[in-house]
């Protein structure tokens, strides 16, 4: 081995770059590994002919209170990246009766006292259906932890069912269902909605970074030299060196690098299956690992754009046929095509004006899709969601200055490996269902000694990027403890 570290990190995604730059400001000896030039995975920001944006739309939540704060603070770095909570901060589109599209516009701050009735009026609910909307939520935010994680076995839907509530409620949880966690209603662990659901109503979401979403990545990867770790980009791990069952360190195409501890951000499955090799896990174990179900994906397109059209950051359109649930999805897989389809929007230069040439906006469109690369039906949801666009923005299409298409084998080959049918693409990392949520999700430890996971697959919960720096922060304590306790037994 080259050279010697107390830990090396695999991947400077938000999940990787957090636990590092934890693991740099608490004492131990870093290196920080990532195949791109730039840290951030997923939700890296580049620059490009004057725009600077993330490859697909990204904000963040909750708004307050988030680890992103907590993070930032405990490394001191609150300063070099402002986290953006404007008000008003997005537009929600909900398709009702009238058979257009009617606007509730959002702020990234917490709930005000008539939002609840805003939401009403928007959704049309009747008073009864307001009583039972404000009973839901009231139950949400108030129950306490213990019973939500008794949840962990429940599906939100089956968790709705215990309220009368009218179809616009139930369509509007099935677009929420999809637009965070990126998995049907009818699978998503409660517990998890539920946990997700108090933190924005406590603290907002729609949160942005100055700077770009990324630039928070940036900041934790700068934070682990400045604690005298060391931060090697464009560095593919090619190996996870185990024997005798535990890790010795990585091997890359430019040397190789030890440390008795090495934390993962590359996903479970990659890890295992590629990175370590099955041959070092014990069968049940690898096939435990080769069972669990990844989120579903977005397939999108950034339109650059020569004037402004998008009036806010944050653009969703949804209706009753929009959203998808397990039996929409097989109908779709089967290749039943629906009429509508979400829509998911992000201009970065309605948070941070710097993010474009002055009088241009760059806009990054989603739709769902299935995480499988090598899925072919791209052009299919790219037709669909351009006539959506153009349905919801009628004046767009004359300002589109260029359009740059993406599907998930740009999101897997950018962040993570395709090891197994169906895998690679995913929005976020394993599906945020029932029986992979709370005290089924995956052990951040892994039974070899000195490997972990961290970021979206174990060791923290919430929506996206938020789950990944969780994870981070408690990974890096676990990884703390764990190091400290070797260190006195030997
Ligand atoms: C289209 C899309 C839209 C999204 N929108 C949102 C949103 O609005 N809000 C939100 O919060 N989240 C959103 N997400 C989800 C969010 O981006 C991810 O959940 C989160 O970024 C995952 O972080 P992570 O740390 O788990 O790992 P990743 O981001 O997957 O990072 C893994 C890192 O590991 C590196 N790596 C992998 N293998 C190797 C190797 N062998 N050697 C070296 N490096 C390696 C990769 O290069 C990458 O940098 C979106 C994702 C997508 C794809």
Redesign the pocket.
């Known amino acids: 081995m080259d050279e010697q570290y107390d830990v090396i990190v ?9 636990c590092a730059a934890l693991l740099a400001r608490h004492g131990l000896k870093t290196l920080l ?4 030039d730039r ?6 920001t580049m620059s490009r002919a004057g725009f600077s944006y ?8 909750p708004s307050l209170n988030s680890q992103f704060a907590a993070v930032l603070r405990e490394i001191d770095a609150e300063d070099e990246v402002a986290l953006l909570t404007p008000d008003p901060a997005g537009v929600l589109l909900y398709r009702g009766a009238s058979g257009g599209y009617e606007p509730l516009v959002v702020s990234a701050l917490p709930q005000q006292p008539n939002d609840v009735a805003n939401m009403a009026r928007w959704l049309q609910l009747a008073p009864a259906d307001l009583q039972e909307l404000a009973r839901l939520f009231g139950d949400m935010t108030s129950m306490a932890l213990k019973d939500i994680e008794a949840l962990d076995e429940l599906a939100f839907s089956e968790f709705l069912s215990r309220y009368r509530l009218p179809r616009s409620v139930y369509s509007y949880f099935g677009m929420w269902s999809n ?2 966690f ?1 998995v049907p209603i009818d699978l998503l662990a409660a517990s998890e909605a539920i946990k997700t659901f108090r933190d924005f109503m406590a603290g907002g979401a729609m949160r942005y970074s100055s700077g770009g ?1 990324g630039r928070v990545a940036e900041v934790l990867a700068r934070a682990v030299e400045r604690y005298g770790g060391q931060v090697r980009m464009g ?4 190996r996870i060196a185990v024997g005798n069952g535990a890790v010795s360190g990585v091997i ?1 195409q430019t040397g190789s690098f030890g440390a008795p501890i090495v934390v ?4 479970i499955q ?1 890890t295992v299956l ?2 370590v090799g099955e041959e070092h896990f014990d069968k049940g174990y690898a096939n435990h690992v080769k069972g669990l179900l990844p989120s579903w ?4 397109i950034r339109y650059f754009l020569s004037r402004p059209v998008f009036q806010y950051a944050v653009n969703i359109a949804f209706s009753d046929d929009s959203y998808w649930d397990t039996k929409r999805f097989l109908r779709i897989r089967a290749g039943e095509l629906p009429d509508e389809a979400i829509v ?1 929007i ?1 201009v970065p230069s309605l948070y941070d004006p710097s993010l474009a040439p002055e009088g241009k906006q760059c806009a990054l469109a ?1 739709t769902l899709c299935s995480p499988d690369p090598e899925a072919s039906d791209a052009e299919v949801w790219w037709n669909k969601l351009d006539e959506m666009v153009d349905r919801l923005w009628p004046d767009l299409r004359p300002h589109v200055e260029r359009e740059e298409r ?1 599907s998930a084998a740009q ?1 897997s080959s ?4 395709h090891v197994l049918p169906g895998q690679g ?5 394993l599906a945020q269902i029932v029986g992979q949520c709370g005290r089924h999700k995956p052990s951040a430890r892994a039974p070899i000694l000195g490997l972990y996971y ?4 174990a060791g923290g919960y919430g ?7 969780d ?2 922060a408690a990974v890096a304590r676990l990884v703390l403890g764990d190091h400290r306790a070797r260190q006195a037994a030997f």
């Open positions: 695999v991947g400077a995604g938000f999940g990787g770059a957090a590994l990532d195949k791109n840290p951030g995975g997923k939700a890296l993330e490859l697909w739309p990204v904000a963040g939540g637009i965070l990126v979403y560095t593919a791990v090619e890359t993962s951000n590359a996903g990659p590629n990175l994906a977005l397939v999108g998911f992000v989603a993406y999101v950018l962040a993570r490996d693409g995913e929005c976020i990392g961290v970021g979206c697959d929506c996206g990027t938020h789950q990944a720096v994870s981070g």
